[in-house]
């Protein structure tokens, strides 16, 4: 797959002006040093009239489409704790900014765009510059990203101590890394400050160091942004704020807000044991710590100390088993950061009754530690957990030679319909997305106002509302005339659009009656419908035992372990009607465990139905009802089944393209002949019960080296880490969309995300290995 040698889209027209430009950005200051203070506080410039630096409105997101993924920065949720607080007897209500839920994975996007915009505005960045940074990662990924889209190059400088899978999604997203020794004074010249500057030196003219140490727009983000949406979510009653301290910039942004909105709000600061922040730099108190995003050997110049009433230090251990509780107990897929705000948040907000409001920053989520605290044996070589024998969970031998007796490919009628109640014969009653029109009195979209959410009672609430970005530069790669749309799926809280199915499974089958507390949820699943039910019993208290192909990523396990469920591998070659199957061993199991239930989704109606109900109607109202075509890949079915007879009774004309893997059966289902392929989650060797193939207008067969290439194109120039699947479809989209004109529209589904194939198409090792790149 070719694509230009040069990136040359065109730099977005900006209002610029060198008046405000930020002097210690220009002349190179080093994050400690002591004059970067001699400029003018960035809450002062941020007061300018029609500066850069103005604090912009709080942006109220309406369920459009949105230019390009930095739309999707910010808005993130407000999740109440539950499991973890009754715990510990705790009375107030413990709310937790979920930041992981940013498109770029973490609370640093915000820092990342605005840092950028600001450089713009004031003329100290231009087209065609690079970005060099000095990161722990987080920032790193969020200027990539942000770089990534609108055309510029970068190079992130990191510590060995910054894990492997940063360095992945960096490189994913068409950045340089160059580390640096974790061994080192913080201003020593093999330091990863000293080494960003250092390469900046050789070509000042066409590179800039943004510095998100000293830089104004850090904390400007958070004050304008993050803490607008906290007050805005909680009516401005908030009584205690958790935040760790790493560049300082969130804990000065926020806090300085909540300090002038919510004068009597004790504003809590946490800091890793081995820091000095805390103690105003006390150098006695140095050490070592594994916990990565927070803490630091020097103070940073971002940091307020007279807004702080507290700190709190915590240690590695208790970091990282909090961090696992957040996962396991309340299906928070959070990275350790996070577990130490926790920490720090449960011991302070002991105080406050009940009523009173506490608020924990979750800065980031697990992607970017899976060999890390998600690991084990990492957890165990550096004694934070004790050593616990597990006794694999397997079917006896005994059934082996049962006959399963399961048809999972049995056709189903399909005669739903939410504008004539007379054509419907839909089993369940629908439960249409909240934004949808009544359409069955006629209301129309433009009638509708939606607001996306800002505080849920559990994370299963974040499910859906993903956000519709415009693709803006693959398509002109390709060709492509019409407007075409990606629907971000891979940011829903357990990462992939099968958590829509497996919420809607479980509902019903409690609302039947079929599911009841004490219960086992059994399930086959290529993973995401897995972690979709793992995510489900996490939050509800049900044992989770997800029966999975050994085809299937590392990462997937490892998520279903955090989350608490038990894994089963079956053989990949096993045809479904094989005993020894994914499907053969969850009935086997089903039948030999009391009080187990199977919901499978290649059968069960909620499959369809949340998607007839909820992804398609967010597409209709995103689009007011205007769609030509729809891309979407084919595994169970069920996606494409349930969007498609929303579209075709509300767009008639509207074409569904279905993509199957080569190999697959599902594009065409008289080859008897089967063969394997890499990416995961699309494609069967039978014809699921949820797909309705009549549906399907055009089917296109996708392999496993355009899909991986195109996944990475999609990182690389749009800035979306989306998975293979994904991939899948947007190639197969740029062939069949080349029919559309520039006013019609294309809808492309992307599955999954980059999180569960760290270890496969993100590493080069793993496509050099299959021929998939050089």
Known sequence: MEEPAENTRPHPSITMTSEFED??????MLPYDEKAKSEKPWYEKASIKNAPHQYRKLRYPGGK????????IGWTPLVKLNRIPQSMGIECNVYAKMEFLNPGGSIKDRVAERMIDIAERTKILKPGMTLIEP??????IGLTMVGAVKGYKSVIVMSDKASTEKESVINELGGKIIRTPSNVPYNSPLSHFHVAFEIRQKDKANSLVLDQYINPANPIAHYESTAAEILHALDGKIDMIVIGAGTCGTISGVGRRIREECPNAMIICVDPEGSVISSAGDER?????????????????????????????????????????LIREEGLLVGGSSGSNAVAA???????????????ILPDGIRNY?????????MLKRHFIEPVIQIPTTPSQNSLNELLNYRPDKKMEWKWSTLDPNKNECPFPFKPWRGAPNRMKGERVENVKYEKRLVIDNVLE???ETPLVRLNYIPKMFGVKCQVYVKCEYMNPGGSVKDRVAYRMAELAEESGKLKEGMTIIEPSSGNTGIGLALVAAVKGYRCIIVMPEKMSREKENILRALGAEVVRTPTEASFS???SHIGVAIRLQKELSNAIILDQYINVANPLEHYDKTAEELLYALNDDLNMLVAGVGTGGTISGIGHKLKEICPKCKIVGVDPIGSILADPERSEVSTYEVEGIGYDFIPTVLDRDIVDLWMRSNDKESFEMSRLLAKHEGLLCGGSSGANVFCAMKAARELNENEKCVIILPDGITNYMTKFVNDEWMKSRLFCT
């Open 346 to 360: 449960m011991r302070e907000c002991a105080k406050l009754k009940k009523g009173q409001n506490c608020v924990v």
């Open 135 to 140: 990161s722990s990662g987080n920032t790193g």
């Open 65 to 72: 489409p949105m230019d390009n993924v930095l739309g999707a």
């Open 462 to 464: 974040a499910i859906g």
């Open 578 to 580: 094989d005993p020894k």
């Open 285 to 325: 108190k140095a050490g070592f710590f594994e916990v990565e995003g927070i803490g630091h050997h020097f103070i940073p110049n971002l940091l307020e100390y007279n807004i702080i009433d507290k700190w709190v230090e915590v240690s590695d251990k208790d970091t990282f088993n909090m961090a696992r509780r």
């Open 370 to 378: 899976m060999s890390k605290f998600l690991n084990d044996e990492w």
């Open 23 to 28: 002097k210690i950005i220009v002349n190179d």
